[in-house]
């Protein structure tokens, strides 16, 4: 029997004044193909924790190929137009066009 790695990912990101009321409800309601689409790649224990406008997120990832897994959810249809409502409410990093929306974060420390 193989034991897979678990990865974590921590990630810090910020949410449009004008959009946090609507990002924050779209997560309430997370639509269940979101979810399988994550969970059929390897995506596990994903939360999302808000102060003010910014927002830090957290999951682990169970598997082989992790860009190959991330190439899938971006992928698949249902996935995409989540990512069409969502990611207008993001602001980039760096305030401009280019920058990216979220900002991974270095694991420090870890405690099972």
Known sequence: MT????????FAYEVRPDGREEYLRLHREVWPGVEAALREHGIRNFSIFVIEH???GYYEFVGDD?????ARIDSDPTSRRWAELTHPLQLRFGGGEDGPLWREMELAWHMD
């Open 66 to 70: 992790y860009e190959a897994a991330m």
């Open 3 to 10: 034991v897979q790695q678990v990865r974590r990912f921590g």
């Open 54 to 56: 910014t927002l830090f």
